[in-house]
């Protein structure tokens, strides 16, 4: 083996390592369980509440409309936090152990 691959592997079976790997799957798994929820709940909304989004608050709109594109305005903000945390944080200590592999 050579000496980047035995680096490699220490910093793989590292306890830091291993806790930046559970911490982006607790993220991306707290995120998408976020956004199904939305989803799954206006979609029941849709099937079980038709009267509560048909309610008009103008002559020609329902409330339907707007808390429809409010989830997808939701999931695009979900999305920007999700990339805002990986930009300084996780891609951030991505880097530090590319560093440390690569360093001679």
Known sequence: ?????????EIVNSEKF???V??????SLTLTAVVLFVYFGFILTVAFYKDL???KIG????????IG???????WLLTGLYT???????DKSVREFRDQ???K
């Open 1 to 9: 083996m050579s000496t980047k691959s035995d680096k490699a592997q």
């Open 18 to 20: 291993k806790k930046l």
């Open 22 to 27: 559970k911490k982006r799957l607790s993220v």
């Open 53 to 55: 989004l048909a309610y």
């Open 59 to 66: 002559e020609h709109l329902t409330i339907g409309l707007p």
């Open 69 to 75: 594109i409010g989830i997808i305005l939701f999931a």
């Open 84 to 90: 805002y945390w990986a930009n300084h944080s996780y």
């Open 101 to 103: 592999i690569l360093k």
